[in-house]
């Protein structure tokens, strides 16, 4: 699976943390920035991340901000994104099972290491239901 990986400098140090995590299990995530601690607008990193998975280069994604807030805002902008913060186990499962999140958000300045790779890991081990779900994601993409 191809999983892309981006921050503003908020997010930074845990982004960086995540690849080095998921490197040593033999994972690699596509890095697409921010490259250091320096201020960086969120919706940018946001928006390389939306063209990635929407241009099919990428499956999933990860997001990190500060809060995890904007930059899922920013992402959710997009016809065909659905970024989800994954603020606890439950919603890390629920994002997948009955949302088919394809963006999982994190907050840099608000959630631990240890929860962010379990909740990364219960979100890529859930599978999505579909069934009723789908009738929904249709209903977001066509705006009602």
């Known amino acids: 699976m191809n999983i892309a990986i981006a921050s503003d400098h908020?997010?930074?140090?845990?982004?960086?943390?995540?690849?080095?995590?998921?490197?040593?299990?033999g994972i690699n995530f596509q890095d697409l920035g921010t490259s250091s601690t320096d201020s960086c607008d969120y919706p940018d990193i946001a928006h390389k991340m939306v063209k990635d998975i929407l241009a099919q280069k990428t499956e999933l994604?990860?997001?990190?901000?500060?809060?995890?807030?904007?930059?899922?805002?920013?992402?959710?902008?997009?016809?065909?994104?659905?970024?989800?913060?994954?603020?606890?186990?439950?919603?890390?499962?629920?994002?997948?099972?009955?949302?088919?999140?394809?963006?999982?958000?994190?907050?840099?300045?608000?959630?631990?290491?240890?929860?962010?790779?379990?909740?990364i890991d219960i979100f890529l081990n859930t599978e999505f239901e579909g069934g009723r779900h789908i009738k929904r994601l249709e209903k977001i993409e066509e705006g009602i």
């Open 10 to 25: 908020g997010g930074f140090e845990l982004k960086q943390q995540l690849i080095e995590h998921y490197q040593s299990l």
């Open 61 to 119: 994604g990860i997001l990190i901000c500060g809060t995890g807030i904007g930059i899922s805002i920013a992402a959710n902008r997009f016809k065909g994104i659905r970024a989800a913060i994954l603020y606890n186990d439950f919603c890390a499962e629920m994002a997948k099972k009955h949302n088919n999140a394809n963006i999982m958000v994190f907050g840099g300045r608000t959630m631990k290491f240890a929860d962010v790779v379990r909740r």
